[in-house]
Structures are given as structure tokens and as C-alpha cells.
């Protein structure tokens, strides 16, 4: 299947996001609804080019504790999935229990992790971490299963030792699912960041969406979340990127 061009793509993204930024603007417009309870586009754009600084720095510093709290959990997620994939014991004992571990309501969690972690970078990174710790692995299994059968055969015709077998067959082959997984796991972290930063935090887009909301800054709490969400955007893409390099991936 042949991709469209990035240009006519993005000329597409653009002119939709357009039409609905217009539409949200005469809708408001027209509609006579208060601008403290739903500002246009143009007061929100108006917004984040006059606080461009505070956003910028609280931006900087939501990025610092979703980038670390991802790294973390892809460090930490990948040996793990290699380990249940490859241990019937770890099938049977680990996997169920981040299996239930998951099924537990983190921000729930949020107000213990802030107090067992105090109010600094370390409890919003373990909420980072938290939330994308369990993609991670989930597409790193089911990366490490896809391995074709044929291969495996091929592979074992050859004497190939396992070591080789795990890093030129089932690493490839588990690429694309993995960094499918860092896609959803990437937004997640971005949300869950945020969410720490709600509970307790004196930094971050989070903490600046509380304060500004607190005092009734509508335009502010908005240009904040537009903020979270080009950040969400950015790390999203930045991780499908890689795709590109994964040629094998239609095979």
C-alpha cells in the first residue's frame, strides 16, 4: 500500500483543524456565549503568544517528567516482556500480577504516590512510568509471538544459537508492535503527568491548568491545554518517526 505524500498529509491535517478552529470561532461569536466560559480561538491564540514564557518553562518541565518517567518504563518494560515471553514461570506469576497491578485506578493512586514521593519531579515521573509501563509490555509480547513460524524454522536450519536467533529474528520482527505500543503508551504518560501535577505539584502544565482555572483565567486554562495537547502531539509523532526505518514491517 503506497502512503500519500507528507505534504498533501499535512496540508490535510491542516485545512481540517482550520475548519474546525473557524467554525469554534463564529460558533461562539454568533452564539453570544461568555467568553469566561468559552473563548474563541483568537483570545486562546492571544493568550499563549502573551504567558509564551510561563507556558514555554511549566511545558519544559511536564516534558522532563513524561520523557524520564517513558524512558523508565521502556527500560524496565522490554526485559520484562522478554522474560514472560521466554519463562513459563514468569507467564504463570509475573504477568498476572501487572495484569492486576493494571487493573488498579492510578489516579486513585496519584494522592499516595504523591505523598510516599513528595511533591518534586520523582512522583509525577512514577506517574509517567505507571501508565506506560503496561503498553510497553503488552506490545513487546505480542511483538515477540508475531515472529514468523518460517523464519524460526530458517533460523534453526542454520544452527543459529538462540542469543542470534533473539536478536537478528525476534527483536526485528518485534520492532513495529513495540513501537506501536510507545505510541499509546507515549499520550498516556502525557496524561498521567499532568494528573500528578494536579494532585500536587508547584510546576508543570498541570499545576498552571489548576491556578489558572482557580482564578478564573478561562483563556489561560485553555492556552494550557492546547499546550498539553501539541506536547502530547509532538512526542506522539516524534515516536512514529521511527517507523520510517522499519521497512520490514509490510512484510
Known amino acids: 500500500m503506497t502512503r500519500a505524500p507528507f505534504g498533501r498529509d499535512a496540508a490535510i491535517s491542516a485545512g481540517f483543524f482550520l475548519a474546525l478552529g473557524l467554525a469554534w ?26 504567558s509564551r514564557g510561563p507556558i514555554l518553562a511549566q511545558s519544559l518541565v511536564t516534558l522532563t517528567e513524561v520523557f524520564w518517567g517513558f ?3 521502556v527500560a524496565l518494560g522490554v526485559p520484562i516482556a522478554a522474560l514472560i515471553h521466554f519463562s513459563r514461570t514468569a507467564k504463570r506469576t509475573v504477568y498476572p500480577l501487572f495484569v492486576a497491578l493494571q487493573s488498579i485506578p492510578k489516579i486513585g493512586l496519584a494522592p499516595l504516590i504523591v505523598v510516599w514521593f513528595g511533591y518534586g519531579l520523582a512522583s509525577k515521573l512514577m506517574m509517567a512510568f505507571l501508565f506506560a509501563f503496561f503498553p510497553i509490555i503488552i506490545a513487546t509480547l505480542g511483538g515477540l509471538a508475531s515472529t514468523p513460524a518460517h523464519l524460526e524454522e ?20 518485534a520492532l513495529p508492535s513495540f513501537l506501536d505500543g510507545c505510541k ?8 498521567s503527568a499532568v494528573v500528578g501535577e494536579f494532585v500536587g505539584s508547584n510546576d508543570g502544565l498541570g499545576n498552571l491548568i489548576l491556578t489558572a482555572s482557580g482564578s478564573g483565567h478561562t483563556t489561560l486554562t485553555f492556552a494550557a491545554l492546547i499546550a498539553v495537547t501539541v506536547l ?3 512526542l506522539f509523532y516524534g515516536v512514529a518517526y521511527w517507523e520510517r526505518f522499519i521497512w520490514w514491517r509490510a512484510a
Not at 37 to 44: D, F, G, N, T, V
Open 71 to 73: 524512558l523508565i518504563a
Open 25 to 50: 470561532e463564529f460558533g461562539v461569536r454568533w452564539s453570544g456565549v461568555a467568553s469566561y466560559l468559552l473563548p474563541p480561538p483568537s483570545a486562546i491564540l492571544g493568550e499563549l503568544w502573551d
Open 232 to 234: 502530547s502531539l509532538l
Open 184 to 191: 499509546v503508551a507515549m499520550p498516556l504518560a502525557v496524561i
Open 154 to 173: 530458517h533460523f534453526r536450519a542454520l544452527r543459529a544459537t538462540p542469543m542470534q536467533g533473539f536478536w537478528r529474528l525476534r527483536v526485528p520482527a
